[in-house]
């Protein structure tokens, strides 16, 4: 049996990935609304969040921390709001050439990643390791002087 088109070309298989990706998208943000909501987060997703919940939690347990996030709702809230918000007097900015978003908070020193298609690849509190005291493992931190220095470098990475 033929499909009918019904006049606005919408049905032809080139036009599906048209409709399906959004729907996608919706899809996407209301299972963050659920999530948030059931752990009591009342904000509505400005971002993809997390690529999957693996990550999510992930991220979570190792930066969580870092913001005080008493769940990994919470936690993946805050980088939405982070990121896909207003970017802020205080926010730094920029886009790699592979499309990616960084943003570095002056005050806090928060510091985030967005993917081109809207999802967040992370969101912690960068740690210089000439910050650390002697005798602690230098495993998780940087070696630029600073913060600030350490997102001007990430800004100029090629991927």
Not at 91 to 102: I, Q
Not at 110 to 128: C, E, F, K, Q
Request: glycine share 12%.
């Amino acid at each position: 049996m033929a499909r009918q088109d019904f006049g606005h070309g919408l049905n032809t298989p080139r036009n599906y990935g048209k409709i399906a990706e959004p729907l996608a998208s919706v899809w996407r943000k209301l299972t963050i609304c659920l999530r948030w909501w059931s752990a009591g987060v009342w904000q509505i997703p400005s971002t993809g969040g997390f690529e999957d919940g693996f990550k999510l939690t992930d991220h979570f347990l190792r930066h969580g921390s870092d913001f005080g996030c008493r769940s990994s709702a919470h936690y993946e809230a805050m980088a939405d709001r982070f990121l896909g918000g207003p970017k802020g007097l205080i926010v730094k900015e920029c886009r790699r050439r592979s499309g990616d978003l960084l943003r570095f908070n002056a005050l806090t020193e928060a510091y985030g990643v967005l993917a081109p298609n809207g999802i967040v690849r992370s969101h912690y509190i960068p740690t210089p390791c000439a910050s650390l005291p002697p005798g602690v493992p230098r495993r998780g931190c940087h070696g630029c002087r600073d913060n600030f220095e350490y997102f001007k470098q990430e800004c100029a990475r090629i991927w």
